[in-house]
């Protein structure tokens, strides 16, 4: 099945806030460097934030000071905070790992509607 597993979009009015959840295998997760891609409805896949093994962070322009990527090397799992939520975020969210090889997970709609 998928290698990277995301979890926790949902539908959220404006200013609301969700946790994106992605669990990965401890072999990828161990080693490389993570990242949260999104995808709008007639738009081109976009990186929302990485995040590299030692922990250094790097943010789009439009969601800096909103959204907080991070990591728990004990449970293997990457999550976006996304706090201050605008309909403009609506999009499905992917996980993505890259090393050796590059993995996607399968994505979690958000939707930001009133």
């Known amino acids: 099945q998928a290698q990277l597993v995301e979890s926790g979009g949902g539908l959220v009015q404006p200013g609301g806030s969700l946790r994106l959840s992605c669990a990965a295998p401890a072999n990828i997760f161990s080693i490389y460097a993570m990242a949260w891609y999104r995808q709008a409805p007639g738009k081109q896949r976009e990186l929302v934030a990485d995040i590299t093994r030692g922990g250094s962070t790097n943010y789009r322009d439009s969601v800096k000071g909103r959204f907080t990527i991070s990591r728990d090397n004990a449970k293997n799992t990457l999550y976006l905070q996304m706090n201050s939520l605008k309909p403009e975020d609506t999009a499905v969210y992917y996980c993505?790992?890259?090393?050796?090889?590059?993995?996607w997970g399968q994505g979690t709609q958000v939707t930001v509607s009133s």
């Open positions: 993505h790992a890259a090393g050796r090889v590059i993995y």
